[in-house]
């Protein structure tokens, strides 16, 4: 039986291009900056993003702890939704490892913060308070519906943060779904921040890797937070490969995902006993939930399990289902089928 995995983007495997990429890497020694596939790569990566340097990273995790220890100094504090990733789900590194302390406000469903809270949540010098000195970003937003933040909006938390001596990091895991979604070039959603990240490893299918963007300067200063994490790679090339594919071959096609989630949401709404806004479906991601109680969302999971077909819990009734490469509308259709049968069972 087959296995529509559609847990996450992260799942992907990656392509008989990228396998040969990798195969035929010309490599050195990544820490004296002798790789020239990785150097390839980081110049390539910074273009794309519009900043004048990158520097390659092992994860989105890692990238994002990276910018925010360059960005801070211990005591600082940065301002961030309370549904974003590096709240959540990363471990708490900021304070773990950074002694950085994170300040909360709340995201809106579109992944947005208030600008007024934004505002609000900035420290005056008062010796009581720890410094304000980032402001974080994220796009698409994950929790919030995959959904995809404009440039109106994030040039306005810049002049929002210029205003007040604020840095801006954007945690783009998903920014070329973004750009796609919203039919704009990655750099406008990057022009008027600090610091992008960005994962290969996801939608774009790579099999590991994600990258930090920003001015030559930063990189250099982002280059030591990355040492002190033990994330300086050796010949990084066979990494770097799959990156240079991912980016020249990945992007475009990752309308299909979005046309494809979108397929899935529909499908979804029409199954009694499930209850979702297709209307919020943007890019890949698709969340939706359990509308009464004929079954548990762990049963769900489970009968779902059995027909191949793989989704993530991510709260008491509710679920994520993300589409990528490798996944067919037929598959889709195959997953709204299952659904529907599993509810019916109920
Ligand atoms: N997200 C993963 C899980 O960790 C939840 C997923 O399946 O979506 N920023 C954002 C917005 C992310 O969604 C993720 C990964 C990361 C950062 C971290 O990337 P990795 O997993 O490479 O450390």
Do not use: W
Not at 125 to 152: D, K, Q
Not at 299 to 309: A, F, N
């Amino acid at each position: 039986m087959r296995t529509i995995d559609l847990r996450s983007d992260t799942v992907t495997l990656p392509t008989p291009a990228m396998r040969e990429a990798v195969y035929n890497a010309e490599l050195g020694d990544d820490v004296f900056g002798e790789d020239p596939t990785v150097n390839r790569f980081e110049q390539m990566a910074a273009e794309r993003i519009g900043k004048q340097a990158s520097l390659l990273v092992a994860s989105g995790t890692m990238a994002n702890l990276v910018c925010i220890l360059t960005h801070c100094a211990r005591g600082e504090e940065v301002i961030l939704g309370d549904r974003s990733h590096t709240f959540l789900y990363e471990s708490g590194g900021m304070s773990a490892l950074g002694g950085i302390h994170p300040h909360t406000i709340s995201n809106q469903p579109d992944g947005t913060m208030r600008l007024e809270d934004i505002e609000a949540a900035i420290r005056g010098p008062n010796v009581h308070f720890p410094r304000t000195r980032l402001i974080c970003l994220e796009n698409t937003h994950n929790r919030c519906y995959g959904s995809a933040l404009p440039p109106e909006y994030i040039d306005a938390v810049a002049a929002l943060a210029k205003e007040h001596g604020l840095s801006v990091h954007l945690d783009g895991a998903r920014i070329f779904n973004a750009a796609v979604a919203l039919g704009v070039d990655a750099k406008e959603l990057t022009r008027s921040v600090d610091s992008v990240s960005f994962c290969l490893s996801k939608g774009l299918s790579a099999p590991v890797g994600s990258v930090v963007c920003g001015t030559s300067e930063f990189i250099a200063e982002a280059r030591r937070s990355r040492k002190v994490l033990g994330g300086g790679m050796r010949q990084a090339g066979i990494i770097a490969a799959a990156g240079i594919t991912a980016l020249e071959e990945m992007v475009d096609r990752l309308a299909e995902d979005h046309k494809n989630a979108r397929r899935l949401a529909k499908g979804i709404a029409a199954i009694g006993g499930l209850s979702i806004d297709p209307e919020r479906v943007q890019t890949d991601i698709v969340y939706f939930e359990l509308a009464g109680n004929r079954l548990t969302a762990d049963e769900l999971v489970t009968e779902l399990g059995k027909k191949g077909i793989k989704i993530l819990r991510v709260g008491p009734s509710r679920f994520r289902a993300v589409t990528h490469y490798g996944i067919s509308a037929e598959d889709i259709d195959l997953t709204v089928k299952a659904l529907g049968e599993v509810m019916k069972m109920a």
